[in-house]
């Protein structure tokens, strides 16, 4: 490589509505004069531009442009730490690639009032005893908040749901607060208790809503002196009754009075049900551990339900989430409301409603949830929706019903441990006799970071060759493992400091996250059916002085694994081109064909495997047309297509169609690639009767994997 690339500063701090400068320095090592293209790439591309974006450098010369980052102060962007990358490629090699990478901080734009606002929802409530209402508390900000809340009251008992809220940036969420009278108020007038809620966000002003709990008596005055007087009516009739029945009883005509009576009695009207108040509450521990999961309970309240009643509560998460395990009675379906089949895990849905018994010791379901460990912030919500009755696996709504009801949220965030891996099969062949893995090697880095090892076990199934670590490589050619101390073994490191394009090795930098991506290769057999795991476990550590034996690493890191197919493709991905060779300015469509998880020839791995997403990059020099043909929604910013989820059967191409620069560049050889990555969410089996067809997926399946095709375009 003939150059070298330099950026300043490293690092920067910018306020939305403002801009902030770096400077590229460019020098020519090289005997020739060469033309350099400047491009900034990633999540920032869209802020940043470059001043020139091309630079003619003379050999041993030193040129510079000017990269002027933007934060507009209408989009708000999210406060914390944004990743500026650029790009450096020579006209006469475009192999020869650089990757300039820096931090910009970007400040949280508040005002002096604070960015987290807060109402009672209603501020009055009433009721005999108790009562309930909703904190709602919205932050209107770009960073994220932490808000205690706290309530006072002279002559009320008070149970909130949390006493705090994570609130990330533009986002509300609401805490729940029942108020309870210290005694009953038998008649007379309503009385009014007043009580006082704080809001408390870290680093801003407090916020002091008021309210009111009107307590109603049980008898208000005039019926208690009706109630008296109708007392004394009844015992002096029931007087009068007793001489007439002696009277009767002597003179003969006890049974005709009687009669009389019965046929002159008034039908008694059926009584109508009142609605039933159900409250419900979400809990999950304040700090979950992603390696664990997320485990949190739903709990019901509801006194006045008939007896033998469930509550049917519709539960929703997001999509990063899977559902491992749960306590529900049952659950019913959100569309048809028919009971969900217990014998087929993973069909559960988001918005499908756990069946609860609120009579119950504890009227609770504990949910239990996989989370990629990457780190996660979402919301979980739950709503009772109604009373129904379970009877020989039939679902049958049943009266009173509920009143409307709030619905119960919790957001649920988990930080990335220090270190994690990831791992997937890349382009899988099955007529290949090799299959190629990456495993993604990531460390959370802050300014004081040491320089680490990170040492890891490579375990193969038995019908693969052993892995040769000695040919692992980085992204860019370079051997990944600098010591393999055992055949097994890999070691790989993270020099503190130290720039990629100075490595040039691969590694990303950036944000708060380092990734070493190690592509390995197995040999396998083509003929046959076989399945089994490539797996990938920690066995040593090391940063500045402290050293991590195999166990100690192992409750810090968690191992990873990939399944390893003969005879079928495990997740396939296809990508084409049509026309395959296109002229600046022409149209082209891609079509990316995509199959649910499948094994050795069988309908899906699991019951319940189901497409999330597909995330598309391309080139400047493709420019599409429209939003992506065959997805349910497109985030056309991060450009990643969201399918319907489906438990089995085909799924509809997706279609992208894209003109080619009339700008474009090319020699002959240079052509542009459309990078297709499919991740897919599955659920494990409880055991082998719950397979689909009976097929024999190894322990360890793992919950979530990916698969990749890069498909090129070439520049007629």
Known sequence: ??????????????????????????????????????????????????????????????????????????????????????????????????VLGAIARIQSSGGVGGDVDAVLSPPTIEGRRSAATLIEVANTGNAQVDADVAVSAANLEFTTDRQSVALAPRSSDGVGLNVKARG????????????AVTVAPNGQPAKTLEGTFRQLPLLPGRTFIGAIIAACAIGLAALVGLGVLAW?????????????????????DTPVLEPVTVVTELDSPSDPDPVDGIELAIAVDAEE????????????????????????????????????????????????????????????????????????TGTITARPRELVSLDDGRITEVDPGIRPSDTAQLEIATEPPPFWMAVEAYRPDPESSTRLFVLAVHRTVDASTEDAEFSFRISAPGFADPPNLYGASLQYGAPACILVPEADVCVVDFPADVAPFDQGSGRWVGGALETQYIFMSLQVPTDGSASGLVSFEPVGLTQGDRTL???????????????????????????????????????????????????????????????????????????????PIGCASYDGRERVCTLDATATGEIAPIQLTFTVAEDAWFDGTFDAHLWSKASVVTYPPQDERDLAGGAAVPGGWPIRWEATEVQPLEFE
Not at 2 to 30: H, K, Q
Not at 184 to 195: A, I, Q, Y
Not at 578 to 605: K, N, S
């Open 248 to 268: 009767n009883g002597l003179t003969g005509i006890a049974e005709s009075a009687a009669i009389n009576e019965a046929q002159t009695e008034t039908p008694t």
């Open 305 to 376: 339900a008939p007896e033998d009643a469930l509550v049917a509560v519709a539960v929703s998460w997001p999509d990063e989430l899977a559902l491992a395990g749960d306590t529900c009675l049952g659950w019913a379906d959100s569309a048809s409301g028919d009971l969900r089949d217990s014998d087929a895990p993973g069909l559960v849905r988001p918005g499908d409603r756990c069946l609860i018994d609120p009579a119950a010791f504890r009227a609770q379901a504990d949910l239990a949830f996989t989370a990629p460990p990457e780190g996660f």
């Open 184 to 195: 009953l108020l038998w008649r007379g007038d309503p009385v009014h208790h007043d009580f």
């Open 1 to 98: 490589m003939a150059m070298v690339a330099d950026i300043e500063p490293a690092s920067l701090t910018i306020t939305p509505g403002t801009a902030e400068r770096f400077t590229l320095t460019i020098r020519n090592e090289g005997e020739d004069a060469e033309t350099y293209l400047l491009s900034a790439v990633g999540d920032a591309a869209e802020h940043v531009d470059i001043e020139p974006d091309s630079l003619l450098v003379q050999p041993g010369e030193t040129a510079t442009a000017t990269a002027t980052l933007h934060l507009e102060a209408t989009g708000d962007p999210t406060a914390g730490e944004l990743a500026v990358r650029f790009q450096v490629v020579s006209t006469d090699r475009p192999d020869d690639v650089l």
């Open 549 to 627: 034996g195999e166990v100690e690493v192992a409750e810090l890191v968690p191992p990873v694994s990939g399944p390893v197919v003969l005879g079928a493709e495990v997740f396939p991905v296809d990508a084409q081109f049509d026309p395959p060779a296109a002229a600046p300015g022409a149209e082209v469509q891609a079509t990316v064909r995509l199959t649910p998880a499948i094994f050795d020839d069988r309908t899906a791995a699991e019951d319940g495997s189901r497409l999330i997403r597909v995330h598309f990059d391309w080139p400047a020099d493709l420019d599409p047309t429209a939003d």
